[in-house]
């Protein structure tokens, strides 16, 4: 995909679900006893892994466009064979605890990049309180075989929170299934928060409360659960989920590289996602960034020369990734530090940027959790962008097209992870 763009008047977009929230809710529905109505849910690869899952789970569900109910499971699923999920992390981690805990005996597989992204640090903390999983590859990967539970009675569960918060959040929802007390304990270092607050946020909306000691300790409190069989979870009759406030970066800078100011409707300052924070970061930089209800605008002063920065980046992965590409028009060397995450994702993000960036001229030096940008003096055209299957990175680089360079977009399908139409948008946005 060639992407060349010209500079127009303002423009206006509505960003799909968000997948964090959408994967979230999703397995919280299905565990609960009541019926949910899920609407704005994320129509994508990611998704449909998961729901895929859910189906084979014998949870039963109703579809229509981008709304879903799901009746729930009461906590008590069927026992498939085997369980495909892609390279949906935010499908596999969750899906590993839940299963190890309610002792649902299959085998979780996905494709050859998911096998290369480490699971360890979550099998080690399901096994400490009696989770049977097995590595049916290499130890420490997956696929996974999850046999019978046997609670051994250990109510203390200690995970590393150094390598992906997804292993933290995949005990917070499976642990309550129990209905027994427990603390989690994180070893190290906690790296992105925010997505741990969207797990307690979300838990708390399906009748769950959590106590967060500082982050580095999570209690469950003890509850009269009794001789109840009942899962522990209440769906809320109805919820909607907020648009991805990842995908919004993009946007986001779209409105500071490309002169023209964004309306980006399905997030606001209230918003539960850390990477809304993306925008802060750009108002330090010189953006005007307004925020109203249901909507963020952002747009540059005129003639804003953007300078070089560094920037800890723990906290928003993701977004962080747009970055990169707005380095290309700063002026000197820029920084992105505390990324050691990008090295699991759907790739290695960290060397995978650092490639594409070098051939648009870029100078690029890298460490095993950062990364340092210098841009040319002219940005080379024309340049052919591949994006490892990773919808993040096509994303990312579709805004060089923004700075005056054509660029070209090998596999811009990858992007159907998360945003099937981001490029339909993307250029609409641009043309008007």
């Known amino acids: 995909m060639l992407l060349s763009i010209s500079h127009t008047q303002a423009s206006e977009i509505t960003l799909p679900g968000s997948k964090s929230i959408s994967n979230r809710v999703l397995l919280l529905a299905a565990l609960s006893k009541n019926s949910c109505h899920i609407k704005r849910l994320l129509k ?7 729901l895929d899952a859910l189906t084979a789970l014998g949870v039963s569900m109703q579809k229509a466009n981008d709304e879903l109910i799901i009746h729930g499971a009461n906590g008590v699923f069927r026992q498939p064979e085997t369980l495909f999920l892609g390279n949906a992390g935010t499908a596999f981690r969750p899906l590993t605890a839940v299963l190890a805990v309610l002792g649902v005996e299959c085998e979780l597989t996905g494709v050859a990049r998911m096998y290369e992204r480490p699971v360890a640090d979550l099998v080690i903390a399901l ?3 009696g989770a049977d999983i097995r590595y049916l590859h290499n ?3 997956p696929p996974l075989k999850i046999g019978k539970f046997a609670d051994n009675g250990c109510r203390t569960v200690q995970v590393s929170g150094s390598v992906s918060s997804q292993f933290l959040s995949a005990l917070l929802m499976a642990l309550p299934l129990t209905k027994k007390a427990y603390e989690i304990q994180v070893l190290g270092d906690l790296i992105s928060k925010p997505y741990i607050d969207i797990t307690l946020n979300l838990l708390q909306r399906f009748g769950v409360e959590i106590e967060n000691q500082d ?3 999570f209690r469950l409190p003890e509850t009269a659960f009794g ?5 522990i ?3 809320p009759n109805e919820l909607l989920v907020e648009g991805d406030a990842s995908g919004a970066s993009y946007f986001m800078a779209a409105g500071i590289l490309g002169k023209n100011p964004i309306k980006i409707n399905g997030i606001d300052k209230n918003s539960i996602q850390g990477d809304i924070a993306f925008a802060n970061h750009l108002e330090q930089m010189g953006a005007n960034v307004e925020w109203g209800e249901g909507f963020i605008t952002v747009s540059a002063p005129h003639n804003l020369q953007l300078q070089a920065f560094d920037i800890d980046a723990n906290h928003i992965p993701d977004a962080a990734m747009t970055f990169a590409v707005i380095a290309l028009a700063a002026q000197g060397r820029s920084a992105i530090r505390n990324i050691a995450s990008w090295r699991v994702k759907e790739t290695d993000r960290i060397a995978a940027m650092a490639c594409e960036l070098r051939k648009l001229g870029a100078k690029v030096e890298t460490t095993n959790d950062a990364i340092f940008i210098t841009p040319p003096e002219k940005l080379n055209e024309n340049v052919a962008i591949d994006t490892y299957d990773d919808h993040r990175i096509a994303m990312c680089f579709s805004l060089v097209s923004l700075l005056g360079v054509p660029v070209v977009i090998n596999n811009p399908e990858c992007v159907n992870k998360t945003f099937p139409t981001y490029f339909e948008v993307f250029q609409g946005i641009m043309k008007k």
């Open 44 to 50: 994508s690869d990611d998704t449909e892994r998961m």
């Open 233 to 235: 979870y209440t769906a």
């Open 215 to 217: 982050y580095q300790a």
């Open 139 to 141: 130890d420490g990967f």
């Open 227 to 231: 001789d109840s069989q009942n899962s």
């Open 127 to 129: 096994r400490q309180i």
